[in-house]
């Protein structure tokens, strides 16, 4: 089993004439490992290479700018992670990467900013790349653009409406990421990784990485297999909140990350993650229930469901 290519050219919008095609590619990838490429998003490759240019410039910053714009200095976890700050598996060693968060800017004043809500906030930039703000503001409206085509596709190979999901975006959780993993160190053990084996927490990740390759999908037989860079495409893997939306017909599959093939350069990858609105409730939807049956997992709303991950990784 490999992690199969989904080509979006004929299926970027709604009605479009591949995305029935689209969709059933989409559908036996959620059934399978819950991973999949996509080509043909139309995400211009400049504004990739320009995010990853400033991944660098961010993770080059000294050590006194990283820790003046902590993320433990953020209620929302925005700003810098330093080098082993967060443990995805329990049973290896911190994690062997450090990252750069930021998400989209809501007003002061917006309901969920005021209530307090994860994600919703402002955001932490460094003064040393003034123009950091917009370029990540730009690339999480791009992303942000090609989830909601992808949660449309979704919905298609549910069998549901191609507007299911919609009315769950309009305030979403976002969370952009940039990250640098450091070589893998040549006296690591086996419970050394640059990202321990864990699933996504929530609906759709969209990565992009550089050509140093690492990533590892475990496939539902067990084996792992590396998700190789591939030009011109991103990753996308489907989140915990996505089997607690179908009733554990698609898959959430674990995945880790081991900086091995760089030849000592430090690996970059930029995922997005998406999540619907806070307040959007993630319960099994029509087709995917039998009647009188009890859904394999808890109904909650998306809000609950992140800031559980949240706390059960970083405490």
Not at 172 to 196: C, N, Q, S
Not at 215 to 223: A, I, T
Request: aromatic content about 10%.
């Amino acid at each position: 089993m490999s992690i199969p290519v989904i080509d979006l050219s004929d299926a970027r919008t709604p009605g479009s004439a591949g995305a029935t095609t689209a969709a059933g590619q989409l559908r036996d990838a959620a059934l399978a490992s819950g991973f999949f490429y996509v080509t043909g998003h139309g995400i211009p490759a400049e504004m990739v290479q320009g995010q990853f240019d400033l991944a660098r410039a961010l993770m080059d910053l000294p050590d006194q700018v990283k820790d003046a714009l902590s993320i433990r200095r953020s209620p929302i976890m925005r700003g810098f992670e330093r080098l082993g700050e967060q443990t995805l598996d329990a049973t290896a060693r911190p994690d062997l990467k450090e990252s750069f968060y930021c998400g989209m800017h809501y007003a002061p004043d917006h309901p969920y900013v005021l209530a307090g809500y994860q994600t919703y906030g402002p955001n932490q930039w460094p003064v040393e790349l003034p123009d950091a703000p917009e370029r990540c503001e730009a690339y999480i409206h791009a992303m942000l653009g090609l989830c909601r085509r992808l949660m449309q596709l979704m919905a298609l190979s549910l069998r549901l409406p191609e507007d299911f999901f919609d009315a769950s975006s309009h305030s979403p959780m976002v969370t952009l990421r940039m990250i640098r993993y450091p070589a893998h160190p040549d006296d690591a053990d086996e419970r050394t990784f640059g990202a321990g084996a864990h699933t996504d927490w929530g609906a759709l990740t969209v990565l992009a990485q550089d050509d140093c390759g690492g990533l590892e999908v475990q496939m539902p037989d067990g084996r792992w297999v590396e998700a190789a860079p591939l030009p011109g495409s991103f990753v996308v893997n489907l989140g915990d909140m996505i089997p607690r939306w179908t009733n554990g017909l698609y898959r959430s599959n674990p995945h880790r990350v081991r900086n091995l093939h760089s030849a000592g350069r430090a690996r970059y990858s930029i995922p997005f993650f998406y999540e619907p609105d806070y307040l959007a409730r993630i319960e099994p939807v029509p087709g995917t229930l039998a009647p009188g049956e009890t859904p394999l997992l808890k109904p909650c709303t998306a809000g609950e469901h992140l800031r559980e991950m949240y706390l059960r990784t970083y405490g």
